[in-house]
Every structure is written in C-alpha cells, then in structure tokens.
C-alpha cells in the first residue's frame, strides 16, 4: 500500500462512504458534495493547517501481470498542536476494502508519519462503542502497547448515549 496525496475525486468518494456510517462519525450530518468541496479546498490544502491527510493506494501485480491499482481509503492527523507534538488519527477504509488488513497497513503509515516526519510525540484515537471497527481500534491499542482510556456518553446515535474509547499511541511505543 501506498500514501499518495488526496484529491477532490477520492474526496468525493470519502464522502459518500462517510454518510454511510453516520454512527462513526463526530459530524452529527450528512455531507452534501459542495460541504467536502469546501473542505478539501479549505482543511485538507492548507499546508499551514493542522491536519496532514492521506490517500492510500493498494498496488499490486494481478495473475495476468497486470498492475492494478485501487484507492482504498484516507486517513490521516488532524487537530494537530504543533507546540505539544499532538495530533489525533483519523482512518477510512472504503467498504470493498474492509476486513484486507488496509486498516492495520494504514495506522501503520500514518503514525510513521506523524511520529517521524511531523515530529509528533503522542497521537490520539477516539472510537466509539457504536462503531463496528471498534475491535479494530482495541486490537491496535493491544498491537501498539498504547494507553487506552473509556470515555463515557461521547455519541448520541439512534436515541441512545454511547462511550468510547480513547487510545494513546506514542513515540516510545512499537511503530
């Protein structure tokens, strides 16, 4: 897998998988295609901004010696303090993808990312316990010796409170 810049074709792409799994995200809403226009323009293509995102490309040669290449998902950190050397992780896999290892793959790049060329020192993931890839978030904390923390009424979703957890990745951890 690759990390490649996004464009506002994957972002367009991103949208539509998020409004599918309203129940993950902290945009209590649906997105409408000029809302990500607008972010794209505004968040993910300002490099003075505090958030770093990425697209990642699955590539591979086929049975037939083809390469193929697929856009797989976008992840990246956002809410970045640069004077403190946090950011919290963000990661979407497209739904063709899920359950690939795309994910684990994806966490892995990013916090190479953060931790080696943005000089991060500790980034943050918060999942909520109505999301179905919280197994997922559980199983990287476990993976990456991180801290792990229960938060509690975090999402409102379908007339019920949920917690979440918060996981802890640092430098001094395995990346």
Not at 32 to 45: A, F, H, L, P, S
Not at 73 to 94: A, D, H, R
Request: some cysteine; aromatic content about 16%.
């Amino acid at each position: 897998m690759t990390l490649r810049a996004l464009t506002l074709e994957n972002m367009e792409e991103v949208r539509q998988w998020r409004n599918d799994l309203p129940e993950t995200l902290r945009t209590p809403y649906l997105l409408t295609k000029e809302m990500q226009e607008q972010y794209y323009r505004d968040v993910i293509c300002d490099r003075r901004g505090t958030t770093r995102y990425w697209a990642f490309w699955d590539c591979f040669v086929d049975d037939d010696d083809t390469f193929i290449e697929n856009f797989v998902g976008y992840g990246g950190i956002e809410n970045i303090v640069w004077e403190y050397g946090l950011g919290e992780v963000s990661i979407l896999i497209g739904p063709g993808h899920r359950r690939k290892k795309h994910g684990t793959v994806a966490l892995s790049m990013v916090l190479e990312q953060a931790f080696n060329t943005l000089g991060l020192k500790v980034v943050t993931a918060e999942c909520y316990e109505c999301n179905p890839a919280i197994e997922f978030w559980q199983a990287m904390a476990r993976a990456y010796a991180a801290k792990v923390e229960r938060l509690s009424w975090r999402k409102y979703w379908q007339g019920e409170y949920y917690g979440s957890i918060f996981v802890h990745f640092h430098t001094w951890g395995k990346i």
